[in-house]
């Protein structure tokens, strides 16, 4: 039977088992930070957003804290920063020294109508991300006057936090009987021409949901698997033009574990199904890799399945050897792992947040959502996230080529989704 631990301790909380992984990652170059953000009806008010942000805060004391260093392992110790908002930069998603004392792993940057929430992956994922801002956005609202019902869909202010919130949610349904699954081997890489940090660059498609839907019925599939095919099949085009040796072609999507084990968890509680092809096996037309994802993430998607992801990240951390280790090595050690190993699994990632729900009356005041990956070094990320009828999807890299997301969005526009395009390239 899974088991729990009280994850709370007298000065803050460990961090749970992603969180270490993006501590030894956290750099100039691979912040951590990822960003969502929702534009309204009208300009933010400074004042009231402060206020609403410290009240949020209130409600989520797990959030109030800043790292520190231990022995063996780094830990979130509880610390009060004062709630203030900052500007909007250059580039988002940017360096944020968490290694700092009293540096909260989060900012929030309004821009005339928009109010951007980022934070380090080494709090939360994107499901804890999000709805953080809708509790944020919503408690905005209703101190400008508004009047809401949030139909207990969103987090409010005035509600008592929940100790399941802060808890650790892979080491609660760990469990020792299961075995690990094994890595994969490594994929097809592009590379390309790196920037100097902080330049990230992002690509903006904004989808008509109408559309993009009946493409992916016609196929009998899901948006989120269609979108997976159709970046495989871009992967697979770009792969043959570039005259490249072929290798297996996997795309890394974060899967809220949350839908698969009852969890409230506002802390990381993501794994990542890797759906794919091998071209050294022959071709593959875009029909037969529709098929090819679509049973291979409902077959990976089985529960069990999934505690042997669980099952082979905690065992890791467990380990006697790794758990004696002084983290000046340690850090290095998973930092290289990560490099060398586990990001050579797959050839991008994408990061499908799926349609965001919010009461009724609330629909009218919020007109759109993005979401901003962190930056990777050497690599190409994909987010979408659906709302009022479109899909906007992200592409960011630390690259000049900008092949890839040519290739996807005019092969949508070929098969009759409508797509505009904006970005920060100049």
């Known amino acids: 039977m899974p088991h729990s631990s009280a994850e709370a301790m007298p000065f803050g909380y460990r961090l749970d088992n992603s969180a270490k992984i993006y501590v030894a990652q956290h750099s100039r170059r691979r912040t951590t930070m990822l960003r969502f953000s929702a534009v309204i009806d009208q300009p933010v008010n400074i004042a009231l957003l402060e206020k609403a942000f410290g009240r949020m805060l209130d409600r989520c004391p797990y959030y109030k804290v800043h790292l520190r260093r ?45 109010i951007a929430f980022e934070v380090s992956h080494l709090l939360t994922d994107g499901w804890g ?35 399941e919130e802060h808890e650790d949610s892979f080491f609660k349904y760990f469990e020792k009987k299961v075995p690990p699954v094994k890595l994969t081997s490594p994929a097809l890489q592009f590379g390309g021409t790196p920037v100097k940090a902080p330049e990230f660059y992002f690509t903006q498609g904004i989808l008509e949901g109408s559309a993009l839907k009946e493409q992916a019925s016609r196929f009998g599939v899901t948006i989120g698997d269609f979108l997976t095919a159709h970046l495989i099949k871009v992967c697979l085009d770009e792969m043959k033009r570039r005259n490249m040796k072929p ?36 071709d593959f037309t875009f029909e037969e890799i529709v098929k090819k994802v ?50 050579r699994r797959f050839t991008l990632s994408f990061s499908n947040m799926g349609q965001v729900k919010l009461p009724e009356e609330m629909r009218r005041f919020v007109k759109s959502y993005q979401l901003i990956p962190p930056p990777h070094r050497r690599n190409i990320s994909v987010t979408a996230i659906a709302y009022g009828g479109k899909t906007s999807i992200f592409f960011s890299t630390t690259m000049e080529e900008r092949d890839i997301e040519r290739r996807f969005f005019s092969g949508l526009r070929q098969m009759g989704v409508p797509v505009s395009i904006r970005t920060n390239r100049s």
């Not at 610390?79 to 909260?104: F, G, I, M, N, Q």
């Not at 801002?133 to 869909?153: P, V």
């Not at 890394?252 to 890797?274: D, G, I, K, W």
């Not at 006697?320 to 586990?342: C, W």
Request: aromatic content about 10%; some cysteine; overall charge positive.
């Open 294 to 343: 679509h049973h291979y993430m409902r077959l990976e998607l089985d529960h069990r399945d999934i505690r042997r992801q669980i099952s082979r990240n905690i065992r890791s951390e467990r380990h006697p050897l790794v758990r004696i280790i002084p983290l000046f090595i340690k850090v290095p050690a998973l930092k290289f792992f990560y490099t060398r190993m586990a990001s």
């Open 70 to 114: 231990g022995v063996f392992w780094y830990y979130l110790e509880s610390h009060d920063p004062v709630p203030r908002v900052e500007a909007e930069s250059c580039y988002p998603c940017l360096y944020v020294p968490l290694k700092r004392k009293e540096t909260p792993p989060y900012r929030l940057i309004p821009y005339r109508d928009r």
């Open 129 to 163: 991300a999000l709805r953080f801002l809708n509790g944020l956005l919503l408690e905005y609202l209703r101190l400008r006057g508004e009047t809401i019902d949030a139909q207990g869909l969103l987090m409010e202010a005035d509600d008592p936090p929940g100790p």
């Open 247 to 282: 290798r297996p072609i996997r795309i890394s999507v974060p899967v809220n574990v949350r839908a698969h084990f009852p969890s409230q968890t506002m802390r990381n509680f993501t794994l990542v199904a890797e759906p794919g092809i091998d071209p050294r096996l022959g």
